[in-house]
């Protein structure tokens, strides 16, 4: 069964930091990349970061440095702590998973979370 569920965000003033929690299945942790989305209103969604099934990550040139994604094996949960929040941060949040075991191009994502809206004002 698919499932990513996510939860966290808020709303936060810049330079605050907040966390996203994200919910998913073991064979997602074992085989795939997961990673964390973003879209502002109006745009499209982009990629912030992926990690994949051994722990190596990737970031967007805008999260690096201030955010960090990371999961928990033993929880099947992925995190993303956002650190040093700008208002081009706001936006719905995604978690997603990929299923492709060998590669984590920001285009292969096809299973998604419900969402979740971060505001930085």
């Known amino acids: 069964d698919v499932q990513l569920v996510e939860s966290g965000g808020g709303s936060v003033q810049a330079g605050g930091s907040l966390r996203h929690s994200c919910a998913a299945s073991?064979?997602?942790?074992?085989?795939?990349?997961l990673g964390w989305f973003r879209q502002a209103p109006g745009e499209e969604r982009d990629g912030v970061a992926v990690?994949?099934?051994?722990?190596?990550?990737g970031y967007a040139d805008s999260a690096k440095g201030r955010f960090t994604i990371t999961k928990d094996s033993a929880k099947n949960t992925l995190y993303l702590q956002m650190n040093n929040l700008k208002p081009e941060d706001t936006g719905m949040y995604y978690c997603?998973?990929?299923?492709?075991?060998?590669?984590?191009?920001?285009?292969?994502?096809?299973?998604w979370g419900q969402g979740t809206q971060v505001t930085v004002s």
């Open positions: 990690i994949d099934k051994d722990g190596s990550t």
């Open positions: 997603a998973s990929n299923n492709n075991p060998y590669g984590c191009p920001w285009d292969s994502y096809v299973y």
């Open positions: 073991d064979y997602m942790f074992m085989t795939y990349c």
